[in-house]
């Protein structure tokens, strides 16, 4: 995992956008234990109190989940969801690029359409 200490995305942030990541890639699995707080601080060379953060947002996110004494695991249902997730976002980054081009809401739904069609037949091959 790479910390750009000189990013002005936080360092918590930058350690919970690797992790989600891989929880979304499949490194993580469902019901897997995620590094211990201390382990992963110390791979890092960051305060255990920043790991903390980045698994406290990955908790409010629902895809992972502490056990009291036993460690932070993967939520078993977050991978299909963060999945969709990522996804969500993707598309609206593209819609939001649509709109700053002029194009009209109709306009960017067609041009869904017809990458979704195209999709579609490509796997169906």
Known sequence: MLID???????????????????????????EMLPSIRALAIDIKV??????????????????????????FVADHSTSSAAEKAVEQRL?????????AGMTPESIRLAFESALRQYVSGVAQ
């Open 5 to 31: 200490p000189k990013s002005p995305t936080p360092i918590f942030r930058q350690i919970a956008t690797h992790l989600r990541q891989s929880i979304e890639n499949g490194v993580y699995r469902p019901g």
């Open 47 to 72: 305060n255990p109190n920043t790991v903390q953060r980045a698994y406290d947002a990955l908790e409010k996110e629902g895809l992972a989940e502490s056990r009291r004494g036993v460690g932070v």
């Open 92 to 100: 609206l980054k593209c819609i939001r690029q649509g709109g700053r």
